[in-house]
């Protein structure tokens, strides 16, 4: 009777692997990445911005030099 169970158990995790790892994979294909090193290309409008001149940012590099 255990034997049985066991063996079952261990059908049911291999068959749940199994599709967890189809259901990435297709989802990874299909998620947009392009391209062979794994960058992400979004499809926002929007530009990113990371650094605005500004008084306190100044005042950061010279204390950095």
């Known amino acids: 009777m255990n034997e049985s169970r066991r063996g079952f158990v261990k059908k049911a995790a291999l068959v749940s692997a199994v599709a967890t790892v189809g259901v990435v994979g297709v989802q990874a294909s299909a998620s947009g990445t392009k391209g062979t090193n794994g960058v992400v290309k979004g499809k926002s409008p929007k530009k990113e911005i990371t650094y605005t001149k500004t008084a306190n940012w100044d005042e ?4 950095a030099l």
Not at 60 to 63: E, L, N, P, V
Request: no cysteine.
């Open 60 to 63: 950061y590099y010279k204390a």
